[in-house]
Structures are given as C-alpha cells and as structure tokens.
C-alpha cells in the first residue's frame, strides 16, 4: 500500500513480438487499474537474458515494448513505466530471495522444465532462479495485485511462498501478492493447433498472430485458422478450433457466446473467420497506429524510461533498506 493505495506490478519480456495472446490474457488489463491503483509495468530485460540475446534486438525491443505498453493505453504519467535493469534493487533482491528458495521448489517448475528442453545447450543457472527474480520484482514494491497470464499462476505463488516464508523469519517485510488472472480471455489458443497456447516463439507463421500484424496477415491468417468438420459455431470444449475463434472475436467486439452462436447460426466457418479477422485487424488497429508514433521518437521514450526508473528506484530503496535491516546486514 502506498498512502491509500494498493500496488499493481507486472512485467512483460522484450523477447519476441507479443502477440493477441499477450494483448487480450494480459497487457490490455493494465490499464483498467490505473484510476485505483499505484501501478508499476515493467520490462523485465533482466529475465530475457535467461536465453540467449542479440545485443541489438534486446536493445531495439526494450524500446518496443515500452513504445507497445503506451500504445495499449498505459499513459506514463498515470503509471510508472519502466525497465528492470536500470533499477538495480531486482538483481539486488533476486540474490537474497535466492537465499529464502528452495532448490526443490525450483525444480518443480513447469516453464524451466518446458525451457530447459527448448534450450538444453544452454541450461544456465539464471534460467533456474528465474522466478526468485520475478518474485523480487513483486515484493520489491510491495505489490497487492499481479495481473498475469495463467501460464504465470506458478511463479505467483511461488513468490507468495517465498513472501511468507521471509515474513515467518523475520516479522512482516513483504505483501503478499495476489494475481489477477482475466478469466474472460484465460487463455489464447494457436490457430493452427487449437489445443496449444499461442506462443509468440511458435515457428508456424499462421499459428500465431501478433499485435503489430498487419491487417492482410491478419486476415489470412484466420482465414487459414483450424477448425473442425461440424459447421456449426457453438463453444464447446470438443471444439477447440471454434471456440477459441469465439472467445477473441467475443474479447474484441464485447459479444457474448450466445449472442456470437445468434450471429452465425446458419452460416459457415468462411463467415465467421472473416467476422473474427476483421474484429481483430480493427482492434489492433489503433494499437499499430500509435506504436508507429511512439517508436519515431527514441529521445521521447527515453525520457519515459529515466522518468520510471527514478520513481521505481525511490519505492525499491525503501523496501531494500527494510530487508537489509532485517537480514542483519550493516547499514
Ligand atoms: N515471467 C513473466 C512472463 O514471462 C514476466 C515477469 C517478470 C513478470 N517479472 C514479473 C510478470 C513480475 C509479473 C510480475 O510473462
């Protein structure tokens, strides 16, 4: 809590071009918190380095992302917006915190076990403690509520152990953090292979659309989308083609399920994919017209940078200063 208000925290990697994915199950919720809460959004390049980087794109895509927060509504003057690495306190925390994880929890994992067979010539040991580093990105600020995608819920509640784990050590330090997972849009599926999360690393060019596509490439690409032999619109779990189809046109016009089956009752799958394509490319649209603005003026988006970072540097120290009592270290 900062004076009456409550703490958001996310962060979004500069890896790889986002996708609907991460547009619709996270960053488009940012900024309904913003009139209520203190909100910090991060880009975590610190993470990103867990895999191998091009110097270059990691530099260009920090840039990007910053440029893609603003671009989907986070106004920096009513959110601190910023980058991991130039606020030394998450590496400084994501050490100690390291000190308070077990290795066995480490282990459990879902996303290092997924990643250490995506990269197994490069197992390293930051790949590992990735989310002691998420967790000091939370508990840094203080942080009430973490809006993330499901894929994120294991790292959340790791970091909830580790908060009460420190807490039970030495009195109350942290907040613990809940997170904020929409349920509306839980979870975007690719369009190629329905059962399976969009991933903005899948080698498929239909799979996945991204926020920054154009609107032929968005167009074609759920023209081609996977559905199934019925013909029929109707949410269905063993419909994973059409139902993921619905659930974005639903995330992008505000329809229900029932209104959407209404809509297509009697008409095919030709219909709808043009519907949920056009929905999309219209949606994106605004997005892809701003981030072009914001990213023709680097010195801009420089200024916003060393604007978060001050901000976010002022609430880490406090909590940095709080921990590094209570560990005994000399001040
Ligand atoms: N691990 C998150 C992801 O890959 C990114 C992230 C890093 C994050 N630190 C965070 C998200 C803190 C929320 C809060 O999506």
């Known amino acids: 809590m900062i004076g009456d208000n409550k703490i958001v925290f996310s962060g979004v990697q500069p890896s790889g071009n986002l996708t609907i994915g991460n547009y619709l199950g996270a960053i488009k919720n940012f900024s309904r918190f913003s009139e ?30 910053l440029a893609l927060y603003m671009a989907c509504g986070l106004d920096p003057k009513k959110n601190t917006l910023f980058v991991q690495s130039h606020v030394s306190a998450h590496a400084e925390l994501g050490w ?8 066995g929890e480490l282990s459990r994992m879902t996303q290092f076990k997924d990643k250490s067979q995506k990269h197994s010539q490069n197992i390293n040991a930051g790949l590992f403690t990735y989310p002691t580093l998420m967790a000091a990105d939370i508990l840094l600020y203080q ?41 509306d849009t839980m979870k975007i599926m690719s369009l190629a292979e329905p059962t399976a999360k969009m991933s903005k690393s899948d080698t498929n060019q239909n799979a996945v659309v991204y926020i920054l596509d154009s609107k032929d490439d968005v167009m074609r690409k759920f023209k081609k989308a996977v559905t199934d032999s019925d013909a029929c619109v109707r949410y269905s779990e063993d419909k994973p083609g059409v139902s993921n189809l619905m659930t974005i046109y639903r995330a992008f016009t505000g329809k229900t399920f029932e209104e959407i089956e209404r809509e297509f009752d009697g008409r095919g799958y030709g219909d709808f994919k043009l519907a949920v394509g ?54």
């Open 96 to 103: 100690m915190l390291d000190c308070y994880t077990m290795f």
């Open 278 to 331: 056009e929905a999309c490319a219209d949606g994106l649209a605004p997005v892809r017209d701003e981030f072009a603005r914001l990213m023709a003026d680097k010195a801009h988006l420089e200024e916003i940078m060393k604007a978060g970072a001050d901000e976010a540097a002022y609430y880490a120290r406090k909590t940095m200063s709080k921990v590094r009592r209570k560990i005994g270290f000399v001040n």
């Open 36 to 65: 209520d809460y203190k909100t910090f959004y991060c880009v975590v390049d610190l993470h990103a380095i867990t895999v191998r980087q091009v110097p270059a794109e990691l530099r260009r895509r920090t840039y990007e992302t």
């Open 143 to 183: 942080t009430d509520v973490v809006p993330v995608g499901v894929d994120q819920k294991q790292h959340l509640e790791l970091a909830r152990d580790v908060a009460e784990r420190f807490n039970q050590i030495y009195g109350p330090t942290f907040t613990v953090p809940e997170g904020y997972m929409s349920t």
